[in-house]
């Protein structure tokens, strides 16, 4: 087998945007960097692809602008000029068999006052909420579940109807096993400093409204976020970095001169290693070197779902609701738990095909994954019975696309923050190495920029203790 020393290289290990993150923040500290990606593409859950000739995301399709850290890195790989902030911020709710504008005033489903939820809520669930303040302080201990807390403090209605579609948008997982320290950390905070949970959110919109930055919520790129992984390994290249595609690490060990990173058809012999692959991947190759990491990280469950991209006659669709699409419940039984109207969200899928209109559908989550092994066919067709059910839409697609996210999205039950806390701790008993990406500390994609670029910095740090003095006299 052919060993190559890469003698004071950094090696990432996985070409998704943590590990090009990572590897773009090595390279612009001056480090000489490989990344190693095991597919024939770079990107992970960032996929750009197209339908009947109009360009559309395949995988993520939005980052929140409101965390600087993804939205700078595209800046600072030349996307500034293709920016592009969604066409509308409005959305639906399709609520008992109705299609109803979100409400507002709400942080991830949980309202500061209760009456933003009629019209969503039944009398019941309205009257119950509104009782929260008569009810005795609910004990969060060192995490807790978000739906079993919101449930507790306002019922399980605002938590099924609002806060699991809601937070099934970004983890596709299940509310009542949803670690509320991790996934909304502002409102696990509020539940430890407030009695009431409706003053503990008033409180984040106050402190929310009196530093609000300008400018959007959300950003996407024009041609699709999918075209951000490229741009950072151009970013990458030009800055002396090596990016290898097709080359999956199959076997990471220490030796004296440092770490051997195995391939299939050779190894690499390094000083440092980030590790930005799922936690199954991280998992596997931590076995030699630190198995109760290993065992930590093979204990991160994730969700799988299918994306089912349809272009329609433009002519077809009037009946469509305005906005960008609708949220679905799960207690309501439907097979799709979300649509984006991708035509009206975003103004360079307009712009392409102006009489088509692209839409696309989201199919399963966490525990509810048998409708994944069903034919493409049966997914568009499921597709279409719900958005026919919701908006009346009765016209077929002229092209499909169905694109499956098998593990998709690492799951955050309660105490995982713990876990990851655990991991970091092994891992950082092994010089050089550190891991990020979404199983970590978040899974959107600022989250995953920023644990890539967290990972970098430590590597560096250890490669030259000076930078940390000088980053911190500099602070
Ligand atoms: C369908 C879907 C829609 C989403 N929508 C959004 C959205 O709109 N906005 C948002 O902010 N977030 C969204 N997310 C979440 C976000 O996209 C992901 O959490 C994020 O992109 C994960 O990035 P990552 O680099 O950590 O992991 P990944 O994207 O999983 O990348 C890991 C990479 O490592 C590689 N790899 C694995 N094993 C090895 C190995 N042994 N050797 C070499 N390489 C290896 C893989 O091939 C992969 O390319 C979405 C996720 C999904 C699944």
Known sequence: MNVESRTGRVVVIGGGISGLAAAH?????GARVTLLEA??????????GEIAGVPVDLGAESMLARRPEAVALARAVGLADRLQPPATATASLWNRGALTPMPKGHVMGVPGDPEVLGGIL?????AR??????????EVGDDIALGAYVAARLGREVVDRLV???LGGVYAGDVYRTSMRASVPQLFEAARTYDSLLDGVR????????????GPVFMGIEGGIGTLPDAVADAVRAGGGEV??????????????????????RVIEADSVVLAAPAWAASALLSAESPAAAAELSAVEYASMALVTM?????????????SGFLVPPVDGRTIKASTFSTRKWGWVDAAAPDLFVLRTSIGRYGEEDHLHREDHELVDVSLRDLGAATGLAARPVATEVTRWIGGLPQYPVGHPDRVARVRAEVAKLPGLRVCGAAYDGVGIPACVASGQRAAEEIMLTRDPARGTDHEAGE
Do not use: H
């Open 25 to 29: 923040r090595l390279v612009g500290a």
């Open 39 to 48: 597919t024939d593409q770079l990107g992970g859950k960032l996929l750009a």
């Open 122 to 126: 039944s009398a019941e669930g309205l």
């Open 129 to 138: 909420m509104r009782r929260e303040r008569e009810l005795p302080r609910t």
């Open 164 to 166: 699991e579609p809601l």
């Open 203 to 214: 409180d984040i919109q106050r402190g929310a409204a009196a530093k609000q930055p300008a």
């Open 244 to 265: 290898l595609l097709r080359t999956p690490v199959i076997g990471l060990t220490r030796g004296a001169g440092g770490w051997q990173v195995r391939t299939d058809e």
């Open 311 to 323: 272009a329609f006659r433009r002519s077809d669709v009037a009946a469509l609701p305005a906005g």
